[in-house]
């Protein structure tokens, strides 16, 4: 039989365990990703250039690129860009991220031609991040597509070109 104290201990351990699981239900719920968070480098080794992709449980996407970002631990520090995503915005990348689990990393080639790509994606589900190094495969490739197009599209919405049309 276990004694009394020992037993009050244990359903204290248990009960805090519990609470603990509970909020980081209740944050993965309130977060627009869903708790889903991402970072992303992607390097083009011919010409040693570099674009990073981060997004933030808040639906918060960062974008940085150049060739900074090779030396620099946390691209997402000193981004080139930010923005907050709406939910509609979010849902081409979130129907990826959800399938993310059944990801296969592909060895890096050594053709610099190629791209290399470095992930480390958070999930609801996992109480640590998986990380990849790959080459590339078709769900890194739309992946990368679907954020250049939404960091490209909401740039230039927030930062138009100016009318370079001469004045007479």
Not at 41 to 51: E, H, P, W, Y
């Amino acid at each position: 039989m276990i004694p009394r104290a020992m037993a009050a201990a244990l359903v204290m351990v248990l009960a805090c365990f519990g609470l603990l699981l509970g909020g980081c239900t209740a944050a993965a719920s309130n977060s627009p990703t869903g708790g889903y968070s991402l970072d992303m480098r992607v390097m083009q080794g011919d010409t040693n250039l570099a674009v990073y992709y981060g997004l933030r449980p808040s639906g918060e996407l960062v974008y940085n690129a150049g060739r900074n970002i090779l030396s620099v631990d946390d691209p997402a520090a000193y981004p080139v860009w930010t923005t907050k995503l709406t939910e509609a915005q979010l849902a081409p990348v979130m129907e990826l991220l959800r399938r993310a689990e059944t990801l296969e990393a592909e060895p890096v080639d050594t053709d610099a031609a190629l791209p290399a790509y470095k992930v480390t994606l958070r999930t609801p589900e996992r109480t640590f991040a998986k990380r990849y190094d790959s080459g590339p495969t078709p769900w890194l490739t739309e992946l990368r597509r679907r954020l250049d197009l939404l960091q490209r599209t909401l740039r230039d919405q927030a930062m138009p070109y100016p009318d370079l049309t001469p004045v007479r």
